[in-house]
């Protein structure tokens, strides 16, 4: 063979070579990153039930100490938290020495402090687990049970970015009229033989009270987070206009996204996979009524997008809203991350999973059935959006890595 065909054959070779070499190592990459979300997965389920145990192992810490020690920019709790049947005991035992009306708000809760002085939100139930609230996809009261149900669904998609909550019966008359304050005493009455309260908020009235049946209401507890974390409120970019027959620029504008991304935080950083992430929980759950959101303050679009009021969710199982997807399917970009705990979900997978993690809660059964089989349902819907984006732009472009390493130190 002559020299110069030797060249061209080792050239060839060599090109082969370094082909096939950062072709294999894409692939190990990958594979790598998709094992460690199977792992997570895994150690989700396996983790899934948490018993309300009072004890705290090989700790002398409070449990409120605990769970502030937890939260990080962008996480509100680890991915491993075996305190975390401790913390959530003591939210629905520990004794109230203080109540008052709630944060600043449309919707009926009030602000409790714990023994500790660990403060929590208190929202009242306001309807049977089978009532179905018609009209707007954010029609109704905050609902309860849905902050429970939220936020283990938070914990079974692995974003960790909504503050504990759990369900709790609490006396009216023994455990909150004594450490009231005159604020919200002076909304409490009397209802036949049920004691209610209206609280203050913008859409709070005398003539429609939250009950109690008889002294005992119940209600869900939500931890709130550590005063050194301090909150930064944001405009959704997909909110809506709240006014008829007025629609938001996204509603009308299919190249709306492509101006977000032009924008701080949305033009760097993991801030539009955040709201994107937040797309796919509040359509599952059937919340149309995130029209702010919170960070961390001075984050400059690093902290996560977290997770609170969920209550305007598991209103209608038959309504599936698909405009709450509209960040999905306008950006057609998702987290590798979440596209893959989203497969491994299907097949009813979630709504299996959902129920076992809201067994332990005092206040179960959380859901009912249909809310549960919604959930599925939503799911397939979620999967049908991507697969039209990746036929669309294909898997290089939708599928995005974005990988954080976090620290609990």
Same mark, same amino acid.
């Given at each position: 063979?002559?020299?110069?065909?030797?060249?061209?054959?080792?050239?060839?070779?060599?090109?082969?070579?370094?082909?096939?070499? #950062?072709?294999?190592?894409?692939?190990? !990459?990958?594979?790598?990153?998709?094992?460690?979300?199977?792992?997570?997965?895994?150690?989700?389920?396996?983790?899934?039930?948490?018993?309300?145990?009072?004890?705290?192992?090989?700790?002398?810490?409070?449990?409120? /100490?605990?769970?502030?020690?937890?939260?990080?920019?962008? /996480?509100?709790?680890?991915?491993?938290?075996?305190?975390?049947?401790?913390?959530?005991?003591?939210?629905?035992?520990?004794?109230?020495?203080?109540?008052?009306?709630?944060?600043?708000?449309?919707?009926?809760?009030?602000?409790?402090?714990? /023994?500790?002085?660990?403060? #929590?939100?208190?929202?009242?139930?306001?309807?049977?687990?089978?009532?179905?609230?018609?009209?707007?996809?954010?029609?109704?009261?905050?609902?309860?049970?849905?902050?429970?149900?939220?936020?283990?669904?938070?914990?079974?998609?692995?974003?960790?970015?909504?503050?504990?909550? #759990?369900?709790?019966?609490?006396?009216?008359?023994?455990?909150?009229?004594?450490?009231?304050?005159?604020?919200?005493?002076?909304?409490?009455?009397?209802?036949?033989?049920?004691?209610?309260?209206?609280?203050?908020?913008?859409?709070?009235?005398?003539?429609?009270?939250?009950?109690?049946?008889?002294?005992?209401?119940?209600?869900?507890?939500?931890?709130?987070?550590?005063?050194?974390?301090?909150?930064?409120?944001?405009?959704?970019?997909?909110?809506?206009?709240?006014?008829?027959?007025?629609?938001?620029?996204?509603?009308?504008?299919?190249?709306?996204? &492509?101006?977000?991304?032009?924008?701080?935080?949305?033009?760097?950083?993991?801030?539009?996979?955040?709201?994107?992430?937040?797309?796919?929980?509040?359509?599952?759950?059937?919340?149309?009524?995130?029209?702010?959101?919170?960070?961390?303050? !001075?984050?400059?679009?690093?902290?996560?997008?977290?997770?609170?009021?969920?209550?305007?969710?598991?209103?209608?199982?038959?309504? &599936?809203?698909?405009?709450?997807?509209?960040?999905?399917?306008?950006?057609?970009?998702?987290?590798?991350?979440?596209?893959?705990?989203?497969?491994?979900?299907?097949?009813? #997978?979630?709504?299996?999973?959902?129920?076992?993690?809201?067994?332990?809660?005092?206040?179960?059964?959380?859901?009912?059935?249909?809310?549960?089989?919604?959930?599925?349902?939503?799911?397939?819907?979620?999967?049908?959006?991507?697969?039209?984006?990746?036929?669309?732009?294909?898997?290089?472009?939708?599928?995005?890595?974005?990988?954080?390493?976090?620290?609990?130190?």
């Amino acid at each position: 063979m002559k020299l110069k065909q030797r060249v061209v054959l080792l050239a060839i070779l060599l090109v082969i070579f370094i082909f096939t070499k #950062v072709f294999l190592i894409d692939n190990l !990459d990958t594979s790598a990153a998709n094992r460690e979300d199977q792992r997570a997965f895994h150690r989700m389920m396996a983790s899934l039930h948490v018993e309300l145990d009072p004890r705290l192992d090989h700790t002398l810490q409070s449990p409120w /100490e605990i769970a502030a020690q937890w939260v990080v920019p962008r /996480e509100v709790y680890p991915e491993e938290t075996p305190e975390l049947g401790a913390v959530m005991h003591a939210m629905t035992t520990k004794k109230i020495i203080k109540a008052d009306v709630g944060y600043k708000g449309t919707q009926l809760k009030a602000l409790l402090i714990l /023994e500790g002085g660990q403060k #929590v939100v208190f929202k009242p139930k306001r309807y049977a687990r089978d009532y179905v609230v018609e009209g707007e996809p954010y029609a109704g009261y905050d609902r309860h049970n849905a902050e429970v149900a939220a936020f283990h669904l938070d914990r079974i998609l692995g974003f960790r970015r909504a503050p504990l909550v #759990v369900g709790r019966f609490v006396n009216l008359r023994t455990e909150i009229k004594p450490v009231a304050t005159e604020q919200l005493l002076g909304t409490f009455m009397t209802v036949g033989n049920n004691t209610c309260f209206y609280g203050k908020c913008y859409y709070c009235r005398e003539t429609e009270p939250a009950c109690a049946d008889g002294d005992v209401m119940e209600g869900s507890v939500t931890l709130w987070l550590p005063d050194v974390w301090p909150l930064q409120k944001h405009r959704h970019p997909w909110g809506r206009t709240y006014r008829e027959g007025k629609l938001a620029r996204w509603e009308y504008d299919e190249s709306y996204c &492509d101006a977000v991304k032009k924008t701080s935080p949305y033009d760097s950083g993991p801030r539009l996979l955040d709201i994107i992430d937040t797309a796919i929980f509040d359509y599952l759950i059937g919340n149309a009524d995130r029209h702010h959101y919170e960070s961390f303050q !001075d984050d400059e679009g690093a902290s996560m997008l977290i997770l609170l009021d969920n209550a305007k969710s598991f209103g209608n199982p038959s309504l &599936d809203e698909r405009s709450i997807l509209a960040p999905l399917y306008q950006c057609c970009i998702i987290r590798v991350s979440t596209w893959n705990r989203l497969n491994y979900l299907k097949n009813g #997978v979630l709504k299996s999973a959902l129920k076992t993690a809201m067994s332990h809660d005092p206040i179960s059964p959380v859901l009912s059935d249909p809310h549960l089989d919604a959930l599925d349902q939503r799911l397939l819907s979620i999967l049908a959006t991507v697969k039209q984006c990746t036929d669309q732009f294909g898997t290089d472009v939708v599928l995005v890595e974005d990988r954080m390493t976090l620290s609990h130190l």
